[in-house]
């Protein structure tokens, strides 16, 4: 790993430190304001039209033998090498001028902010270019090696398909200072705060964003000290990539020394989201990854507070409800499908706040579940929004599956009990899954209710509160244990046979119907059931028992 230093040219005022020049008593007479510029080149001419043969960033030096007399003259020569851009001009005393420089030369020159120099004593002109060019080229060597290491380091990150978290944190640590990837909408897709408080970096992040727009696709903000560059490909910008508190002001034209390092790891960035365009959007991983801090308390209260305000979700003084979206099982695809599923599943429902107009953080919690945790306003109507949500996304659902030619699953939509601060976003975030995993089970389409909640999976939510409890796992054991390990040594379907008798109400015919099985054949299976177990089946507790005893195996396994 490199330590990002930035080679810079020599300035006016490193060049009259040299101790070639202090030999020659410079003294600075006009443009003392800017002696920072930096100077590419040293260039000796006595000609009054030399600034035709220059480029800019040069150090003029002279004896002015040949310099006009006539005061117009004089100040034309100085506005041309302003208009080129040189860095400063530097004028030897003993030739054509001995104690001080004409008043219409320095006073041009501090008109347009030029360094004037006066040498009170002569001095060999090439001892000073031979100085000051050998600072210019071991900075340009120098610059080369650190941008060739900085590409290295970028060109590692974008061939190993790295997060946006890595690009970040890497853009800081190269730069010693904090660096936020924002998207279009000037929300917080993934920082790094380089050492300093995540509340002094994000705070109002939104407003204070929006007031930073340097021109060009790369700027720096003198006011705010950003320096600021766009993110995107294929001329579709999809965010920005600011680093804060950028040293400045710099002298016009000059380049700012992270310019290059920030435009690599934009270029980073976009490259890789052009890879992973398959995967989930960078807006989701952050949705996610904030509902992950909080179910497993990888993130404070605060952290996540603030975060998702900087997502543009404000948490704090709002009602915050949880809702969990599954969608019911059907033939296990492959892994990539499953993916693929459940990123359309995610995305949907992002959709679905959206058209509700809903605030909230949406993610995917584990490989076949959505988490969303809406923030409601005091003058929202819990229902009313819950509603209008659930509606969106079986709307959106359907949509999806007509346009792909398949039959539309319709979504288990669970939700929590609101709760009235972030630090319980928790337990409503717990009890919707909680909810989800038991109304997987319910008929579908059985409902008229929009989404479930604790009081409609009755027992089922309970043994689902209940399912880590040694107690119920044992009861489980102690009521189906021999069933199930006769049917994993033999590979019988006993268990599957006592689930359809108890779900159609110990109706044999109904059952055997239900089972794809002549009577006599279910019926067999039933006294097999019984001698295993040692049960009546036509005894209603016995029945009772077994049947709570499978929607807690239900549960267990889940």
Known sequence: MISWRRAMLPTVARVLDLDVMRRGLPQVVAGSDHLERPVRWVHVSELPDVAGVLQGGELVLTTGIALPEQREGLARYVHE???????????????????????????????????????????????????????????QLEQLRTSEAVHQVFNELAVEGAEPGEVVRQVAQLAGAPVVLENLAHQVLAHDSAG???????????????????????GHDPRSGWL??????????????????????????????????LER???????????????????????????????????????????????????????????????????????????????????????????????????????????????????????????????????LVADSARDAGAAAAEPVIAVGSSVGSVRDARRTLLEATQVADAALHDAP?????????????????????????ERLQTYVERELGPLLAYDAEHGGQLVRMLRI??????????????????????????????????????????????????????????
Request: with cysteine; proline share 4%.
């Open 265 to 395: 790891g934009a270029a980073t960035l976009a490259l890789n989201r052009l890879v992973v365009r398959d995967r989930e959007s960078l807006e989701r991983q952050t949705h996610r990854t904030l509902l992950s801090g909080i179910l497993t308390h990888a993130l404070t209260v605060s952290e996540v507070a603030l975060r998702a305000q900087a997502l543009g979700v404000p948490l704090e003084n709002r009602r915050l409800v949880g809702v969990v979206l599954r969608r019911r099982r059907g033939p296990v695809p492959a892994a990539l499908e499953a993916q693929a599923r459940l990123r359309d599943f995610t995305e949907l429902a992002a959709t679905a706040v959206r058209v509700s107009r809903l605030s909230a953080l949406v993610g995917a919690l584990d490989d076949e579940g959505v988490g969303v945790l809406i923030a409601l306003g005091s003058q929202q109507d819990e229902h009313g929004a819950l509603e209008g949500f659930a509606a969106a996304l079986r709307r």
């Open 81 to 139: 090498l302003a208009d080129v851009g040189v860095a400063g001009l530097v004028v030897e005393f003993g030739r054509r001028y001995f104690d001080t420089l004409p008043r219409a030369l320095v006073n041009a020159a501090e008109q347009r902010g030029l360094p004037l120099i006066a040498l009170r004593r002569e001095l060999r002109f090439v001892a000073v270019t031979e100085a000051v060019h050998a600072l210019v080229v071991n900075a």
């Open 445 to 469: 389409g059985g409902r008229a209710a929009a989404y479930y909640r604790l009081p409609d999976v009755r027992l089922r939510g309970l043994l689902h509160l209940l399912r880590d409890d």
């Open 501 to 558: 008798y108890l779900e159609q109400g110990r109706n044999k015919s109904a059952a055997a119907d239900a089972a794809h099985l002549s009577r006599p054949s279910f019926y067999d299976r039933l006294h097999k059931v019984e001698r295993i177990l040692g049960v009546d089946l036509d005894q209603v507790e016995s029945c009772l028992s077994l049947h709570v005893a499978l929607l807690a195996l239900d549960a267990v396994r889940r």
């Open 228 to 261: 600021v560059t766009a993110v995107g490909a294929r001329g579709q910008d999809w965010g920005r990539l600011v680093l804060i508190g950028a040293p400045g002001p710099l002298p016009e034209g000059v380049p700012h020394p992270h310019a290059m390092m």
């Open 196 to 218: 300093r408080t995540e509340s002094e970096l994000l705070e109002d992040w939104e407003a204070r964003s929006r007031g930073v727009r340097p021109a060009g696709r790369t």
